[in-house]
């Protein structure tokens, strides 16, 4: 039995790669990173992911051509020998050729033969390209397990994802038939030697890709999360689970039950967006002069109490994570609170110093008016007069 999962788990083969002092997967996500629908902010959270973006798609209006200029001379790896040393898996989303100097391909190609992990997202910047040009010919074209159809680059229906690997643990996690539907779709054919994980259904059209290239993989995966593409796949209840799983897949490492870190993955989720209100009321707070400091105290013990729950998620000790991020949660849903008491505290010195100003503005404004209007006019002074006698 153990034999045959691991047939049936192509990415699981391989020794797993990730930054041996942090125990995470370093992924490097080039392209739609910054758009409204990608599972950037569930994968930032992930505790077995560090996440570093590299933004390169104009598509749903995320930036435009100078920034991704700009982003790509910033973010990109200098060398071939950085890139190995900084990056386990890498990302390309939606993406065209035209971002990427040429060596920059060139070593993404190469760093892939030497150990790394590469994923292609569908879309019109992917593949064979949609008015934008073929991936094909290109040294990581060379290396996909499909070849691209540039002529007839994209297609439009409406499908389910159908799992052909059966047993493959990517796949095997979830219940396609209750999966979400799919809406376009990179059209290619299957190369010697890739192995399909997943076609649509209708149609049998190749949805997802793997294989094993030198000591790396690529994973290819011909739809995507972007609009309309994937307006439904966004909304399906495991989307952040689904996306993590194949960073993990890719990195070699064991795909956990979702039924299991589902749960936790939204606590990590709440947590962060608890946590960022907290910081924004506490920045206002110092803006405007005031001071919260049970406050701040109480955030960097919450900060270093989840620390400890992320090493359990490391470790595979899913029910005291659960645990102590519930506790995490409802504990940074009361320090909330005293935030929101924080601001209103700062916020009354102002409302007084706001009253005073205008109630003794007014008061002043009265008595000149009293003075040199009205009580010279009701109430001329008498006249001295002198006795005469």
């Known amino acids: 039995m153990f034999v045959l999962v691991i047939w049936c788990a192509p990415g699981l083969a391989r020794e797993p790669r990730r930054d041996a002092s942090s125990g995470r997967i370093r992924l490097r996500y080039i392209g739609d ?9 569930g994968i930032e959270v992930d505790p077995l992911i560090s996440l570093a973006l590299v933004p390169a798609s104009i598509q749903e209006w995320a930036v435009d051509e100078n ?10 790896p200098r060398t071939l020998a950085y890139l190995l040393d900084t990056t386990d898996v890498i990302m390309l989303s ?5 971002y990427f100097r040429s060596e920059w391909i060139e070593w993404m190609a190469t760093a892939t033969e030497q150990g790394i992990s590469l994923q292609m997202v569908g879309g019109y910047c992917s593949f064979g390209g949609y008015g934008n040009p073929d991936w ?24 389910h994802l159908r799992p052909i690997a059966e047993g493959d643990p990517l796949l095997s996690a979830f219940d396609w038939q209750k999966g979400p539907l799919f809406y376009a779709i990179n059209n290619v054919k299957m190369r010697q030697g890739g192995k399909l994980l997943a076609d649509t259904e209708p149609e049998g059209m190749p949805l997802l890709a793997y294989q094993d290239v030198g000591g790396g993989s690529v994973l290819a995966f011909m739809s995507t999360w972007g609009l309309p593409w994937g307006d439904d796949f966004v909304r399906w209840e495991y989307f952040i689970d689904f996306s993590a799983d194949m960073v993990y897949y ?3 490492l064991e795909i956990p039950d979702p039924g299991i870190v589902h749960g936790i993955r939204t606590l990590f989720e709440k947590y962060e967006l608890n946590s960022m209100l907290v910081r924004s009321l506490l920045d206002f707070v110092d803006r405007v002069g005031g001071r919260a ?6 955030l960097a013990e919450l900060d270093l109490r989840r620390t400890g729950a992320e090493e359990m998620y490391r470790e595979q000790e899913y029910p005291g994570c659960a645990d102590e991020l519930s506790s995490l949660v409802e504990e940074m849903e009361l320090l909330n609170g005293a935030a929101l008491r924080a601001k209103d505290a700062a916020l009354l010195w102002i409302y007084a110093i ?21 009580r010279r006019v009701l109430y001329r002074e008498v006249a001295t007069t002198r006795h005469s006698g």
């Open 67 to 76: 920034q991704i200029g700009r982003y790509m001379r910033l973010y990109m």
């Open 136 to 159: 094909g010919p290109t040294a990581v074209g060379e290396i996909l397990p499909v070849e691209t159809i540039p002529a007839m680059a994209k297609r439009d229906f409406a499908f």
């Open 33 to 41: 990173c910054l758009a409204v629908q990608t599972p950037t902010r």
């Open 250 to 252: 890719s990195a070699g």
């Open 354 to 374: 706001e009253w005073l100003a205008v109630t003794s503005t007014a008061c002043i404004a009265g008595w000149l008016l009293w003075a040199f209007m009205i």
């Open 293 to 298: 400091p049970k406050v701040q105290y109480s």
């Open 94 to 98: 939606n993406t065209p050729t035209p």
